[in-house]
């Protein structure tokens, strides 16, 4: 399990040489001219995780298997989307799809390099796409909610549940703010879910700046960092070009160029781990002779839950997780002498799996 995150933004903002560098392909075009990119392209990449190489070590293990994130990149929306302007029904269908949004914002000045709309200002860009959602969710909520009044009318309990949420849903939106706003119980979570709005999914804000403010940021990214702590949100600063460059290179290289340039890591691997932020997931590990393998969970699951991201066998058949605490892992020299040290735990059904648990599940057939 990990997570698609949609890379959205106006054109020329720098969504695919973004997407170039998570990736590290040229599947998507990056080109000077709005529309650039038709067809969503998706690509997965490695989640960063400096606990792997330790964990292997410690278990002897052949061969190293990191998590992975899949990213979609969705060609430049426009004013007017919501509306069709653009390619915009089929691009706000493609988001539709995504977990979560990864908002890429034009925080530099280029001459060379054209805006859609003739000026460079992030939040105004932030707004005319948070407005095109918005607009996109209250068209698709008025079109349902007749229907699903006349069922609730009838006596329907599920309908009555979905138009309380789709009410609370369409006076935020009228209001002009996105429906991530509304207060959902957790009994209520599952519809809530099932109504699938643009404006409920998890947004992190990508300030795209020019290489020289790759460290500290600038002004332009300062202002979305405060619209972000405003609403609760995350903001990464990344230069979109940077990351290309070191995408091109090999490590020894790119450890070289990062520290040239004042860096201590890739911005990619923030980006990376602000977007597990987001969506609360967690990483635990499997470990043997054969590889380490790194396994991408949801923050909360219990072990049984743990163990179907494996096999859905795992879960049915669950007996007990045998634990043991990543740093007991690597401190003791692997499952033997954590087992001799008295550090390996059997946990049962109700186990709430720990960021960095090393695991090993026991099932019946």
């Not at 992190?204 to 403010?213: F, I, K, P, R, T």
């Not at 995350?234 to 290179?249: C, D, F, R, T």
Request: net charge negative; proline share 3%; charged share 25%.
């Amino acid at each position: 399990m990990g997570f698609k995150c949609g890379i959205v933004g106006l054109p020329n903002v720098g969504k695919s040489t973004l997407f170039n560098a998570l990736t590290q392909t040229a599947a998507a075009q990056a080109a000077n001219y709005p529309f650039c990119t038709i067809e969503p392209n998706v690509g997965e990449v490695a989640v960063p995780d400096t606990r792997l190489e330790p964990l292997a070590k410690a278990a002897g293990s052949l061969e190293i298997i990191p998590a992975r994130l899949t990213f979609v990149d969705i060609a430049g929306l426009v004013r007017g989307a919501s509306k069709g302007e653009g390619l915009g029904n089929q691009f706000l269908a493609n988001i539709r799809e995504t977990d979560a949004i990864a908002h890429v914002v034009r925080c530099y000045v280029d001459e060379d390099v054209t805006h859609v709309e003739g000026r460079i200002d992030p939040v105004a860009d932030i707004e005319t796409i948070e407005t095109e959602l918005m607009l996109a969710d209250l068209e698709s909520l008025e079109k349902r909610v007749v229907a699903t009044e006349k069922k609730a009318k009838g006596g329907d309990k599920d309908s009555k549940q979905l138009l309380d949420l789709m009410n609370a849903a369409l006076v935020l939106l009228r209001e002009g703010k996105p429906a991530r706003h509304v207060a959902v119980d957790e009994e209520d979570r599952k519809a809530w879910e099932g109504l699938n709005l643009l404006t409920t999914k998890p947004v992190l804000y990508v300030c795209n700046v020019d290489e020289a403010s790759a460290a500290t940021g600038n002004d332009f990214s300062r202002k979305v960092e405060e619209l972000a702590a405003t609403e609760g949100a995350v903001a990464v600063v990344i230069s979109a070009q940077i990351e290309s460059e070191l995408a091109q290179l090999d490590n020894a290289e790119r450890s070289e160029y990062l520290r040239d340039i004042g860096l201590e890591e890739p911005g990619l691997n923030r980006l990376i781990r602000a977007g597990y932020g987001l969506l609360h997931l967690r990483t635990y590990f499997t470990c043997g002779p054969k590889e380490t393998r790194a396994w991408t969970i949801h923050a909360g699951f219990r072990a049984p839950q743990a163990a179907g991201v494996i096999h859905t066998d795992f879960e049915k058949g669950f007996i007990r997780a045998e634990t043991i605490a990543y740093t007991d892992y690597v401190a003791l020299g692997g499952e033997g002498g954590a087992k001799e040290a008295g550090k390996m735990r059997l946990e049962g059904k109700e186990y709430v799996v720990q960021d960095g648990d090393v695991m090993h599940f026991r099932f019946a057939n």
